[in-house]
C-alpha cells in the first residue's frame, strides 16, 4: 500500500542507508507481487493516474500497464525489494539527461508524483519497501529482429550507438554497483556451469568463458568506457510502423562499463532466430554499421566484438539456468531468452569460433555501403547559390568545372555512399580515392590518433615511415626496394620523371595519346590531355592506347585479339621512340597508367605490357608503371596493376587511395636509381612522409587486406560488366564495355557499326543518373565512355542498383 512520496532532496548517504534488506541483489530477491487492483490504486493514490491495470514482464520488478479511459496510458514500475533508492534516483537522473542532451531520442522521462516527487514508495509484503515510478506509455509495438529490413537494423544500431553519446556525461555513484548483466563480470558466473544439463552445451559455455577469462577480459578492462544502458534489446524498445525504435524503456541494468557493451547487447537481439549464417553475418554488418556511422569503433573493439557477443550469450545462458532454478513461475518468461541465445551459440559452433571472431572484426572495422532511394526531387538548396557565386569569386576560372549540369553539393561520406545538405545520399561510383570507403573508421581513427599524438617530418627518426616503406617494398616486385615519400600523384611522377631523366642522361618521354600524369611543368607535357591547345611538347611522344574496340592494324572493325594485335598495338611505341629521335631526343622514361583512364579505360592482355617493357627497356628508357588510378587493388587481381602481366616495371608510382583521401603519395624503385639522383642532388619533402599520413596508408594497406576488397573488386568488377553486358542487348548505344576490375568503362556510340563516339548521350546519361542518386564520370578523349570506378567496399546491392539506374537513364536520355 502506499506510503507516500519519498524526499525528492535525499542523498546518496541516506540512499546506502536504507539499502534493501536483501544486500541490494535485485537478481536473488523475488520480484513484487502485487495484486491488479492494488496495482491500479497505487497509481491513482500517489501519481492522480486512474486506469485499468494490466500485467507486463520484468525479470526482477513488477511492471503494469494502467490505461485510463481517456485514452492515456502509462507503465507503473513496481521496483524489487532489493532495490536501492540511489540507483532509482541513478535511472530517473539519467533518463532526464538524455532527454535533455538528445531531444530526439524516445526515452519515457518518469511522471512526478502528485506531491511533487520524482518517485514514490510502498510497502510489500512481509516489511518489504518497493519504490514505485509511472512512466508515459511510450507509442510503438514491440519488435522482431527477423522481420526487420536491414535499414531497420541499421537504424537500431545507430539509436544505440546516439544513446551511448547521449549518456556519456552522465554519472551516479550507483553505475559503479556490480551488477550481473554486465558482461565483464561473467566469470564470475562460473560456479552456475553446472546448472546447465545438456553437456555439449555446457561444454560450449565453458569454452566462451575459458576464452573470455585469458584472451578477453585483461583487454576489456582497457576499453573505453562510460555510463551506458546496457540492455537496449528489443524487450527494452519500442517500433513505429516504419520499424524505426519509438520508445526506449527499461535502463535497469544501466552500468559504468565498456561502452562497445551497448552495441553488443543490442547485436545478440537484432541476431536472434537467425538460422542462416549468410543472414546473420548481413544482419551483423548492418547494425554495426549503423552503429560506427554514429561512433566508429576503436581497433581493439572491433577485435573483440565476436567474443563479447559470444561472451553475452553466455552469460544468458547461465543467468537464466540458474534463476529458473529459483523462480520456476517466472520460467516461460526466464527461458525466452535462451530460445534464442542456445541456437545463435550453436550456429557460431558450426560456424568456427575463430570464423565468427574473424567476421564480427570485419564486418566492425567496415561501414558497408547502403542502398540510396531514387530520383532527387531537384529543388534548389537553400545556400546553394550563394555558395557558387562565392566558389566562382575566390576559386578562379582555372579550376576545372563542377560536375553534373546540377552542382553537387557533399556533406557527408561513408562507405560507397556521399550524403547531400538533405541527407540524400548518392552511391558513388566515381570516385577511386575513398578505395576503402568515404570516412572509413580505421583510417579516421589512425589519422586522428596519429595527428593527436605527433606530426613531424622525414628529418626525424620515425618507426611508421620506416615500417610504411617496408610494407610497401614487401608488396612489390624484387628489385624494388627502395621508397620515397611524396604528397601527390603528380609530386610521384615528377620525382619519377627526375629520377628517370638522370639515370639515364636522356630528355625524351612518351605517354598514351591522351594520357594525365599531374600538374608539374615536367609532368604536364607528359600530359596530352591537358595540353595547351593540344600542342605536343617537342621531347614528348605518343602511343596509341590498346584500343581493340576500335584497332583496325588488321584493317578490319572487328575486335582483334591476340598475338598480332598484342605485337601491333606495342610496336607503336617504337614508332615513338623514332617520332622523338627525329626531334633529337632519346627516352628518359615510358610512363603507362595500368588502367589507361583517361584514354577510355583499356585491360589488354598482359602480353601487351611485358612487350611495351621490353620495348622501353630495349629503347634505353625506364619503364614508370603510374598506379595513380590502377593501384591498391582496383584491377581485381593484386595490389597493383601491372602484376597481372608478370613484368617489373623501373619506377611504381602511388597516389589517390593511398590514404583513402589524405594526402600521400610515393615513388618506388630500385636503389641504384636513387643514388644515381643522389649523386647529384637530395630529397626532402616538407609533408611526404610524415607520420600522419604514414599512419592513413598503414591504415589503408591493413584494410585492403582485413576486408579482402581486391577480391572484391574482382567479383564485383566482373557482375557489373556482365550486367552492363547483358543490358547491350536492349541499348544500341552501348558499344563496348571494358575494364578490370572495379575500373569500368562503358563506351557509347551513335551507331554500332561505324562506333562514331556519342559524348552527348554520355553526358546526359551521366547526369541522369546523377538526378537518380548514382554517380559516375565520363573519359576519353572523344568524352563518350562512362568512367565507373567506385570505391572497392561496393556490395552486390549496389551493384544491381547502379544496372538498375544505368539502364532508367539510358531510357531517360533516349538511347
Ligand atoms: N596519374 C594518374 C594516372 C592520375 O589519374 C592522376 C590524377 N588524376 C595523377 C597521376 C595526378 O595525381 P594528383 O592529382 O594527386 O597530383
Not at 108 to 119: F, K, S
Request: negative net charge; aromatic residues 6%; hydrophobic residues 45%.
Amino acid at each position: 500500500m502506499p506510503l507516500g512520496a519519498t524526499d525528492p532532496a535525499c542523498t546518496i548517504g541516506a540512499m546506502e542507508s536504507t539499502a534493501a534488506h536483501e544486500a541490494g541483489d535485485v537478481l536473488r530477491s523475488a520480484p513484487p507481487r502485487f495484486g491488479l487492483e492494488e496495482a491500479e490504486a497505487i497509481a491513482a493514490d500517489l501519481f492522480g493516474a486512474r486506469g485499468r491495470a494490466t500485467p507486463l514482464v520484468s525479470e526482477r520488478d513488477q511492471n503494469f500497464r494502467i490505461l485510463a479511459d481517456d485514452g492515456r496510458g502509462w507503465v507503473l514500475k513496481v521496483s524489487n525489494s532489493g532495490e536501492r533508492e540511489g540507483v532509482v534516483e541513478m535511472e530517473t537522473g539519467v533518463v532526464r539527461h538524455v532527454a535533455a542532451v538528445d531531444a530526439t531520442l524516445p526515452v519515457a522521462v518518469p511522471c512526478e508524483t502528485r506531491d511533487g516527487a520524482p518517485w514514490g514508495t510502498i510497502a510489500g509484503s512481509g516489511g518489504a519497501r518497493h519504490f514505485v515510478r509511472l512512466l508515459p506509455l511510450m507509442p510503438g509495438r514491440n519488435g522482431s529482429a527477423i522481420d526487420l529490413s536491414r535499414e531497420a537494423i541499421r537504424d537500431f544500431g545507430a539509436v544505440s550507438a546516439r544513446l551511448g553519446r547521449a549518456t556519456r556525461g552522465y554519472f551516479h555513484p550507483m553505475a559503479g554497483r556490480r551488477i550481473l548483466w554486465d558482461v565483464k563480470h561473467l566469470p564470475e558466473l562460473r560456479p552456475h556451469l553446472p546448472v546447465v544439463a545438456d553437456e555439449p552445451r555446457r561444454a560450449l559455455v565453458e569454452a566462451i568463458l575459458d576464452h573470455f577469462e585469458s584472451a578477453v577480459a585483461p583487454s576489456l578492462t582497457g576499453f573505453r568506457a562510460q555510463v551506458i544502458h546496457n540492455d537496449l534489446t528489443f524487450d527494452n524498445t519500442l517500433l513505429d510502423a516504419s520499424d524505426r525504435v519509438s520508445g526506449i524503456v527499461d535502463f535497469g541494468d544501466m552500468a559504468h562499463t565498456a561502452l562497445v557493451l551497448d552495441l553488443v547487447a543490442a547485436l545478440v537481439s537484432l541476431l536472434g532466430g537467425r538460422d542462416d549464417p549468410a543472414d546473420l553475418f548481413a544482419a551483423a554488418e548492418a547494425a554495426i554499421a549503423g552503429y560506427a556511422s554514429v561512433t566508429p569503433l576503436e581497433d581493439e573493439e572491433a577485435a573483440l566484438l565476436g567474443d563479447l557477443v559470444a561472451a553475452r550469450l553466455a552469460q544468458t545462458t547461465l543467468i537464466s539456468a540458474w534463476r529458473i532454478g529459483i523462480y520456476p513461475e517466472n520460467a516461460a518468461y526466464l527461458s525466452s531468452w535462451d530460445a534464442d541465445a542456445w541456437p545463435m551459440l550453436a550456429l557460431f559452433e558450426a560456424v568456427g569460433l575463430p570464423e565468427m571472431r574473424r567476421r564480427f572484426a570485419a564486418a566492425a572495422r567496415r561501414v558497408p555501403a547502403w542502398p540510396a532511394p531514387g530520383a532527387t526531387d531537384g529543388r534548389p538548396r537553400i545556400g546553394e547559390e550563394a555558395l557558387l557565386g562565392r566558389r566562382r569569386r575566390v576559386l578562379g576560372s582555372a579550376l576545372s568545372a563542377l560536375t553534373y549540369e546540377r552542382p553537387l553539393h557533399l556533406v557527408r561520406g561513408e562507405g560507397a555512399r556521399l550524403y547531400d545538405p538533405d541527407g540524400r545520399p548518392y552511391l558513388d561510383c566515381y570516385n577511386n580515392v575513398p578505395v576503402v570507403g568515404h570516412s572509413h573508421p580505421r583510417v579516421v581513427a589512425a589519422i586522428a590518433r596519429q595527428a593527436a599524438t605527433l606530426n613531424t617530418n622525414t628529418r626525424y627518426l620515425h618507426a611508421t615511415v620506416v615500417e610504411l616503406a617496408e610494407r610497401l617494398v614487401a608488396t612489390m616486385p624484387p628489385g624494388l626496394d627502395t621508397v620515397m615519400f611524396v604528397n601527390s600523384g603528380s609530386e610521384a611522377n615528377d620525382l619519377a620523371w627526375r629520377l628517370a631523366t638522370t639515370a639515364t642522361g636522356a630528355r625524351g618521354g612518351i605517354v598514351t595519346d591522351w594520357a594525365y600524369h599531374g600538374v608539374s611543368a615536367a609532368i604536364a607535357d607528359l600530359s596530352p590531355e591537358g595540353w595547351p591547345r593540344g600542342e605536343r611538347p617537342a621531347h614528348v611522344g605518343t602511343i596509341p592506347p590498346p584500343e581493340a574496340y576500335r584497332h583496325s592494324a588488321a584493317g578490319a572493325p572487328d575486335r582483334v585479339e591476340g598475338a598480332a594485335w598484342v605485337e601491333d598495338a606495342a610496336a607503336r611505341l617504337d614508332d615513338a621512340v623514332a617520332d622523338i629521335a627525329s626531334r633529337g631526343f632519346r627516352p628518359a622514361a615510358v610512363f603507362i597508367d595500368g588502367a589507361f583512364t583517361s584514354d577510355g579505360i583499356f585491360a589488354p592482355p598482359p602480353a601487351y605490357l611485358r612487350d611495351l617493357v621490353r620495348r622501353t627497356h630495349a629503347a634505353g628508357a625506364l619503364f614508370v608503371a603510374d598506379e595513380v588510378q590502377a593501384g591498391y587493388g582496383r584491377m581485381g587481381d593484386g595490389l597493383w596493376s601491372f602484376e597481372a602481366a608478370g613484368t617489373v616495371p623501373d619506377i611504381v608510382t602511388l597516389g589517390k587511395p593511398m590514404g583513402n583521401g589524405h594526402p600521400v603519395a610515393a615513388v618506388i624503385t630500385r636503389a641504384e636509381i636513387v643514388d644515381r639522383f643522389a649523386a647529384e642532388t637530395e630529397f626532402f619533402s616538407t609533408f611526404g612522409g610524415n607520420p600522419v599520413a604514414c599512419a592513413a596508408a598503414m591504415a589503408v594497406l591493413d584494410v585492403v587486406a582485413d576486408e579482402r576488397l581486391t577480391a572484391n573488386a574482382a567479383a564485383g568488377g566482373e557482375e557489373i560488366r556482365a550486367g552492363v553486358r547483358a543490358a547491350a542487348a536492349h541499348h544500341p548505344a552501348i558499344g563496348d564495355v571494358r575494364g578490370r576490375g572495379l575500373m569500368i568503362g562503358v563506351e557509347l556510340v551513335r551507331d554500332r557499326a561505324t562506333r562514331e563516339p556519342d559524348a552527348a548521350l554520355a553526358a546526359l546519361v551521366q547526369n541522369a543518373m546523377r538526378e537518380r542518386g548514382v554517380l559516375v564520370g565520363t573519359t576519353a578523349r572523344a568524352g563518350n565512355v562512362l568512367k565507373i570506378r567506385p570505391p572497392l567496399v561496393i556490395g552486390r546491392e549496389d551493384g544491381a542498383l547502379l544496372l538498375r539506374i544505368l539502364g532508367e537513364a539510358l531510357v531517360a536520355s533516349g538511347a
